[in-house]
């Protein structure tokens, strides 16, 4: 059973049933990750705040460079007008960040390897960024999907490919990290059975292709936290200042 | 990221053939038995996470990035202030410096005008002491030529007086001695005077 490499994704309930009429609120192993993700952050960055050295020390230093390089992301895609949504990108690449790099420890679970969490988060973003572009241009926001200087003649064609991409962003922000996690996460499990199956004689060549995933997974799991945060400052920017 | 993309499609097709190959069959992903859950928990959790960071730990830690911002151009301010201040000091001990060098040479001149016209002053005195002193001897001497004939005359008529007395042993006529002594005299300076 273990060695099938999906077997991690397995979700199972920890503790009793929680049942809401007929709906499971189970807490479950994905649930326990998430906790320990946010509490994760939590712990981290509360130790960063609570120092107030002119000259940081390690922890301080750390909270504060995160601080900056969310700060400078958000400023560098989305401009000064997405001030206020910067605790709100900081949250998310920081639980994105955690629950990836937490699922980087052996026989941990991956939060982020499952599409519904994914999906919430990426609908969640473009409800909200949908809702914040057409509170800031009403209908105008509509302009988005006209490019300025096409043709007349291919417009309608272009609208319709520009909308089309446009509902597309929630499935293919959420797509994208989850299957990224899944891919390598069941990657490394296949390379770890051969190591298993092959042995102390022909095991060495998929170990060293393990150690040398384990590090490839570890850059993934920073840089699709930072391109989902990324995006999230692409979608905002649209909303906030209407280029088109 | 094109590298990465490509890994993607391989690690996707990887992932579909080891499903297929799974003895239960489907990702878990895909069973919605727990998809409920995970969004209340997920709901809850990154809820609680957000506004614990918005509220509480993102403004202080942007306080105190504001508050070091603030510091360090204070630190700067005060000290681009103390460099002013340096200088002008520096430049206020350089005036001093040369005006004291000014002064320092106009006394040294002073002095030396002073000690020059002292030693002149005390030379010129000495001249005239020196040269005073000089006619005042050479007056004598000339007073002594001039009275030493007469007294050579009157000593050696004296002599001659005692000469004459003892060889003879009676007294002689002094006036006539002395003429006589005047006339031997005058024979002998002319002699003297005419070689």
Known sequence: MAANPMYQFNVYRIGPEIK??????????????????????????NLGAQKKNIIPDKIQLLSELSYTFVSKM?????????????????????????????????????????????????????????????I???????????????????????????????????????????????????????FGGFVVSLGIVGGWLPLSFSVALTGLEILVAFLQAYVFAILTCIYLNDALNLHH | MKKIILLNIFYLSFCTVAVKSAEKGGMPQLDPEFWVSQIFWLTITFGTLFLVLSKFIL???????????????????????????????????????????????????AAREKIVSEITRKKTKLDEDLNSEIQNVEKEIIELKLSSPKKINSIASNITNEVIKRLIGTDVNESSVSALVEDELKKLSRSKNGI
């Open chain 1, 20 to 45: 809401i009429g007929e709906i499971d609120l189970s807490f479950t192993n994905a649930s326990l990750f998430m906790v320990i993700s946010s509490l994760a952050i939590l712990i981290i960055f």
């Open chain 1, 74 to 134: 958000i400023s560098d895609t989305a401009g000064s007008k997405a001030k206020p949504y910067f605790s709100f990108i900081f949250s998310l690449f920081m639980f994105v960040l955690f629950c990836n790099m937490f699922g980087m420890i052996p026989y941990s679970f991956t939060v982020t390897s499952h599409i519904i969490v994914t999906f919430v988060l990426a609908a969640f973003i473009f409800i909200g960024v949908t809702i914040i572009g057409f």
């Open chain 1, 136 to 190: 800031k241009h009403g209908f105008g926001y509509l302009k988005l999907f006209v490019p300025s200087g096409v043709p007349a003649v291919l417009l309608p064609l272009i609208v319709v490919i520009e909308i089309i991409s446009y509902l597309s962003r929630p499935i293919s922000l959420s797509v994208r990290l989850f299957a990224n996690m899944m891919a390598g996460h069941t990657m490394m499990k296949v």
């Open chain 2, 59 to 109: 403004p202080k830690i942007s306080k105190n990035l504001e508050q070091r911002r603030l510091q360090i151009l204070e630190n700067i301010e005060t000290a681009e202030k103390q460099r002013e201040q340096s200088e002008k000091n520096l430049k206020e001990f350089e005036e001093i410096i040369l005006k004291s060098k000014n002064k320092a040479k106009e006394v040294m001149l």
